[in-house]
DNA sequence: TTATATTCTTGACCTAAATCAAGGGGAAAC
DNA sequence: GTTTCCCCTTGATTTAGGTCAAGAATATAA
C-alpha cells in the first residue's frame, strides 16, 4: 500500500497505462550507468520525454523481425534477449546477445530496416528511443552526440574482438572468452561476476560462437572436470578466472576498468 | 604547363606545401562519391576547411600504430591499406582492408585509442580528418551527423556479415564471399568489378579469413580449375560471378543497389 | 647480372571439431 | 499425475582444414 502511494506520487501527471508504463529515467535504478554523467536537469527531461517503456515481452516473443523498419534504438532494463539473421540455407545465425543496460539495433541505422531479429530469452523489458529525436536531441546536447559515436565505436571494436575469436580461437578458448565476456558484462552492471545465471541456450550459444552443440556441451563438461567452473544447466559459477582468462588467450584489453560512459539510456 | 596553370588556379590562395598537399574537396575526382548530395556550397568549404590531406605513405609504412592516440578519422583517397591488431601469442590478426573511399579509425573513438595498426599495401594516399573538427561540424550540420551514424552503422552490419563468415563457412565459401566483396567495392567506386588487382598477400588473406594461407592457395587453384576465376599473381578476373555467389552463399542483401550516401569523404 | 629472400603452390599427413547416433533429464502440456 | 517434447550430454566416426615439408616463382638486394 505505501509503495503503491510512493510510486503514484512518482509517477506524477504521467497517465497510469498498464501496457505502456511509463517510469522516468531519473527513477530508474540503472540511471547511474545508463546516463552520461554531464547529462542532468532539464537535458535529462528531454530525453526522458522521448523514451518510451514498452510493456515486457514474454520469452521468445520478438521485439522487432527481419526486414522490419527501423524507427527506434532500444535499450534493456531487465532481462536479456537474442539478435539473429537468417541465412540462405534457412538456418539462423546469432548474432548477439543483450543484457541489462546494452543496446540493440544500431546495425538498422544504416540501411533503415533491421538485419535480424531480436527475440526474448526470458521475460524482458526495453525502452524504446525514437531514433529521430534521438538524432534531434543529439543535434542540441554535443554530449549526446559524442556518447552516441562513442557507444557505436565501441560496437565495432567488440564485434572486431569477436571476428578475433571465430576467426583464429579454439573451441575451448572460444567458450572460455564467452563466459568471461559474459561474466565482465554482468560485472559491470552491478551484479555478480563469477555467479550467474545463462539465459540462453547451449544451442543458441554455439550458433553464436561457430560451434556445434555437442562440442559446446563438451567442453562445458571438460571446464567442470577442470575445475574451471561450475555449470550446473544455466546456473554458472566462475571458480578460475585466471586459468580462464589463459585459455581464452585475451588480451589484456578486454581487463579494461570498467567504463561510466559506456551506456546511454536504461 | 597549362595543367600546371590550372592547378595553381583552382589551388588558389593556398600554401603550396610538398608534405602536405592540400587539394579541396570540390576538386577531388572522388567527390561524388564522397559527400552527402545535400552538403554544397558554404558547408562544404567548412568540410574542406578541417580536413587535410597527407604526403603519400609507400608500401608498409604505417598510417598509424595500435594503441596510438586517436585524433583523426582517415579516408583512403587511392591505394590501400590493411588494419591489423597484435594477438597474445605475438601473431598478427589482419582485421579489414580498405579501399579508396573506405574510411579508417572508427573503432578507435571509444577508447581513444587505436585498437589496431594500419600499413599500407601499395602507395597510398589519404585524408585526414581530425575528429575534434569534424564532431563540431556534425553539431551544426543534421545532415553529418546523420551521414556520419550510418557510416558507423554500415560498419556495425558489415562487421556481423564477416562475422558470419568466419562462424559458419567453408573455406571456399569465405575465399568467394571475399572476392566477391571486393569485387562489389570496387565497382562502388567505379572500377571494373570482374577484373582487378588485390594489394594485399595470399597470407593476409588468409589471416583475414581466419585460414591458413595453404588453403587459400589451394582454394584459388581450385576455382581457377572450375572456371570461376582467373587468377596470376594478385590480378583477378570473375569469370563466373553467379557460381561464386552460389558457393558463397550470399544472402540477397549483399547484392543491394549502390548506395551513393555510403561515403562521407574521399 | 647473380644472390637472397619472400611469397606462393603442391603434396602427405594429422588433428580438432563436425556429424551421426543414442540416451537421459527437465519443463511444459494435458 | 503422466506424457510429450525439447534440451543437454556422451560416445563413435568422419572430414575439412591445419600443419609440416619441399619446391617453384617472383621480388629485392648486392
Redesign the pocket.
Known amino acids: 500500500m505505501q509503495q503503491k502511494t510512493q510510486q503514484s506520487k512518482l509517477r506524477q501527471k504521467k497517465v497510469v497505462d498498464f501496457h505502456v508504463v511509463k517510469v522516468a529515467c531519473k527513477e530508474c535504478s540503472l540511471h547511474q550507468l545508463c546516463l552520461p554523467r554531464s547529462i542532468t536537469g532539464a537535458d535529462l527531461e528531454k530525453l526522458d520525454e522521448i523514451i518510451e517503456r514498452k510493456r515486457p515481452l514474454k520469452?521468445n516473443e520478438h521485439l522487432f523481425q527481419v526486414g522490419g523498419s527501423f524507427n527506434s534504438i532500444y535499450v534493456v532494463r531487465s532481462g536479456s534477449l537474442k539478435t539473429y539473421s537468417p541465412t540462405v540455407d534457412g538456418q539462423e545465425q546469432v548474432t548477439g546477445f543483450h543484457l541489462p543496460g546494452e543496446l540493440l539495433g544500431l546495425d538498422a541505422i544504416g540501411k533503415g530496416k533491421h538485419p535480424c531479429a531480436a527475440k526474448a530469452l526470458e521475460t524482458t523489458s526495453v525502452c524504446e528511443v525514437p531514433f529521430e529525436h534521438l538524432e534531434g536531441l543529439a543535434q542540441e546536447l554535443p554530449t549526446l552526440q559524442h556518447q552516441l559515436l562513442r557507444l557505436m565505436s565501441k560496437e565495432i571494436f567488440d564485434d572486431q574482438e569477436l571476428m578475433l575469436l571465430l576467426g583464429k580461437?579454439?573451441?575451448?578458448?572460444?567458450l572460455s572468452a564467452f563466459l568471461l565476456s559474459i561474466s565482465l558484462r554482468f560485472k559491470q552492471r552491478g551484479f555478480s561476476s563469477t555467479e550467474f545465471y545463462?539465459s540462453?541456450?547451449?544451442?543458441?550459444?554455439?550458433n553464436y560462437l561457430?560451434?556445434?552443440?555437442?562440442?559446446?556441451?563438451?567442453m562445458?563438461?571438460r571446464f567442470q572436470e577442470d575445475g574451471l567452473i561450475k555449470?550446473e544447466?544455466?546456473h554458472i559459477v566462475i571458480k578460475d578466472r585466471e586459468m580462464m582468462q589463459k585459455i581464452a588467450g585475451m588480451n589484456d584489453c578486454c581487463e579494461d576498468p570498467v567504463d561510466d560512459q559506456s551506456q546511454l539510456f536504461v
Open positions: 520469452r580461437k579454439t573451441a575451448e578458448a572460444r545463462l540462453m541456450s547451449r544451442n543458441d550459444i554455439a561457430g560451434l556445434a552443440v555437442e562440442t559446446v556441451s563438451r562445458f563438461t555449470a544447466r544455466k
